[in-house]
């Protein structure tokens, strides 16, 4: 069974700009979630969507934003760049929400310069 | 608010020594938790969880994890350390208000010398 995968694998953008990432979850996975990676902050949530709804959202400012599409499918967009922004994206899928765990694609590495 | 600590950033151990990663946590109700790795240029890849049941509960590449309920801990453990295993280890828990909301610990760097 194929893993997550996460497109683009690594991202250059100048501060301003908007950004779309994407994930495609493991077939037969209904729920995505978005998480940053940061040196200093650590492993972040972003948010999580199930069923093409947004279920959780985390402690980042509106300029996150995200959608699930009918096949499960992810993107999150960030707009209005800033030179803090830069980080590894993760995706994670699971099966269910629950006790289930999330299996990880390999990110997205984004530089904002 | 449910959080997880890794008291340490980083545990050196030789090959083929038995290795321990150590993780406590705080959570209102029953715990879900469990243990990641990432390897360089990688993302999580998973090891092991703890729902319910057994307090020993072992997971991929043969590592195993202890809950502990009463010193709110859940160390990962493994008999026989190989170089193949330094990476950065990952404790985290399932924030009690979101489903798929994970709280992760800061991590902790393994290095297993030859």
């Known amino acids: ?113 | 608010a449910q959080s997880v600590a890794q008291p340490e950033d980083q545990v050196n151990v030789a090959e083929g020594n038995p290795l321990t990663v150590k993780c406590t946590y705080s959570v209102s109700g029953n715990p879900y938790l469990f243990w990641y790795v990432q390897y360089p240029n990688r993302g999580l890849q998973f090891l092991l969880k703890y729902i319910t049941g057994d307090n020993l509960v072992k997971g991929s590449y043969g590592f195993e994890a202890e809950f502990n309920k009463s010193q709110t801990s859940f160390h990962l453990k493994k008999p026989s350390a190989l170089v193949s295993d330094s990476a950065l280890y990952f404790c985290a828990v399932r924030d009690s208000g979101g489903y798929n909301k994970l709280i992760f610990g800061a991590g902790t760097r393994l290095a297993v010398h030859p």
């Open chain 1, 1 to 113: 069974k194929a893993g997550v995968t996460q497109t683009p694998r690594y991202l250059i953008k100048t501060r301003g700009q908007q950004v779309t990432l994407s994930c495609s979850p493991i077939s037969g996975h209904r729920s995505v979630s978005w998480y940053q990676q940061t040196p200093g902050q650590g492993l972040q949530f972003l948010f999580e969507y199930f069923s093409e709804t947004q279920r959780n959202k985390g402690n980042f400012p509106g300029r996150f934003s995200g959608r699930q599409f009918s096949n499960s499918r992810s993107e999150m967009n960030v707009s209005t760049l800033e030179l803090g922004d830069s980080a590894l994206y993760l995706c994670a899928s699971s099966w269910d929400r629950g006790s289930y765990e999330q299996y990880f694609g390999p990110g997205t590495r984004l530089t904002v310069t």
